[in-house]
């Protein structure tokens, strides 16, 4: 069993901030690589952020320049600081991670957390 968990979504006014927080526990061999999606009603769930565990980060253009994304190894716990956020961010985040729960199963599987509402409004 592996579980997820978000924290630190809100409401915020446009132009403000979050850091958004995702912490993995459970039958956890090695991580791969974790990171941040996101998904408005009626629309696919989009990629934000991934960051691998050589630090490679990978960033949607909208979240460019804007977006961060983080990983604490030691914890199993990513961040996503968002900066200037706009009204068009407010969605459900997701995080998902990529690993191995065994040392005797090679094969990696993605998992994600249940989400955390962003809702950017004045």
């Known amino acids: 069993q592996v579980h997820l968990m978000e924290s630190g979504g809100g409401l915020v006014q446009p132009g403000g901030s979050l850091r958004l927080s995702c912490v993995a526990s459970?039958?956890?061999?090695?991580?791969?690589?974790m990171g941040w999606y996101r998904q408005v009603p009626g629309k696919e769930r989009e990629l934000v952020a991934t960051?691998?565990?050589?630090?490679?980060?990978r960033y949607s253009d909208s979240a460019e320049g804007r977006f961060a994304i983080s990983w604490d190894n030691g914890i199993d716990t990513t961040y996503l600081q968002m900066n200037s956020l706009k009204p068009e961010d407010t969605a459900v985040y997701y995080c998902?991670?990529?690993?191995?729960?065994?040392?005797?199963?090679?094969?990696?599987?993605?998992?994600w957390g249940q989400g955390t509402q962003v809702t950017v409004s004045s």
């Open positions: 998902t991670a990529f690993l191995r729960t065994s040392w005797v199963n090679s094969e990696f599987f993605r998992y």
């Open positions: 459970g039958n956890i061999f090695v991580i791969k690589g």
């Open positions: 960051i691998s565990s050589g630090g490679q980060t």
